[in-house]
């Protein structure tokens, strides 16, 4: 397996992680899988990166799944295709679950299991032109793997349709039904969205941001009950008397930066 599939650079607290397969539209197959998850293993114990950008090298994020790899599949039995698709779930888990922010970038296509990447970060700056498509019916395939990921994101309503039309998406849809957060109209846009974006979130306390993203995975579809409300309660409280919002609201307060600035 090469190396170099997939690259990931940390800088100033800012982890890029790049796939690298422009030949292919950054395709992946099971060594792209197997490099991205161990990247991802490495942020999840990483204490000093506070965010995370993925983008794709080249014309495009992510044609999806490789055919030559999916023809491979083809050929395996149940529990080998079984298999094979849990190594790319747990992959999308991890993305999902980084307890620190996530952002797509994305150029071109971002088909199938690129969709799912996309669907599996925090936010979403797509390119004016940049396109998006669950097409695995037009293969005779579903796109199960990635589901649970892209019904978060655009809910069951816009799920139902594009699951089965396999028809494509563009950037201005995608805002319409959630995927993408912002339209970029260029690379140099894109940069300066990007660049506002990482400044904003860099003076925000670290650890509220972990705890803030831990409720929003931890609370996404539960009923209101009072144990949720207790839960909710217990959370801010011991939020609180913490010292990074003591150190933040007293930086508030004395009209200075907080240390973690």
């Known amino acids: ?49 506070r965010a995370v950008i ?12 490789d055919l030559n790899w999916m023809k491979r599949a083809a050929n395996f039995s149940e529990e ?21 922010v996530t952002i797509a970038c994305v150029q ?34 579903i796109p199960a793997t990635i589901a649970p990921y892209v ?3 655009i809910g069951e309503r816009q799920a139902r349709r594009y699951f089965q039309s396999g028809e494509r998406i563009n950037a201005a849809q995608a805002c319409e039904i959630g995927l993408a957060h912002e339209i970029a109209g260029g690379p140099e846009d894109m940069a300066d969205k990007l660049e506002s974006f990482i400044k904003g979130i860099l003076v925000n306390g670290p650890e509220a941001m972990k705890a803030a993203k831990k409720l929003c995975l931890d609370l996404a579809g539960k009923p209101l009950t009072p144990s949720l409300m207790e839960d909710t309660a217990s959370r801010i409280a011991h939020t609180r008397a913490g010292a990074e919002a003591k150190e933040g609201l007293s930086a508030f307060l004395e009209k200075r930066k907080a240390t973690w600035v």
């Open 1 to 49: 397996m090469k190396n170099d599939i997939v690259l990931m650079n940390v800088l100033d607290g800012v982890a890029t992680i790049t796939l690298n397969r422009p030949d292919t539209h950054n395709a992946f197959d099971e060594h792209m899988i197997a490099a991205l998850s161990g990247k991802l293993d490495a942020l999840h114990v990483e204490k000093d990166v």
């Open 54 to 65: 993925l983008s794709g090298n080249g014309k495009s994020f992510s044609a999806g799944a």
């Open 151 to 153: 019904l978060r994101a």
């Open 108 to 141: 071109g296509a971002a088909m199938g299991g690129g969709m799912g990447l996309v669907s599996c970060c925090d936010f979403v700056i797509a390119d004016e032109n940049a396109l998006f498509a669950l097409s695995e019916v037009k293969l005779g395939l």
């Open 80 to 100: 080998q295709n079984k298999a094979d698709a849990l190594a790319l779930a747990e992959m999308l888990h991890k993305l999902y679950t980084l307890p620190v």
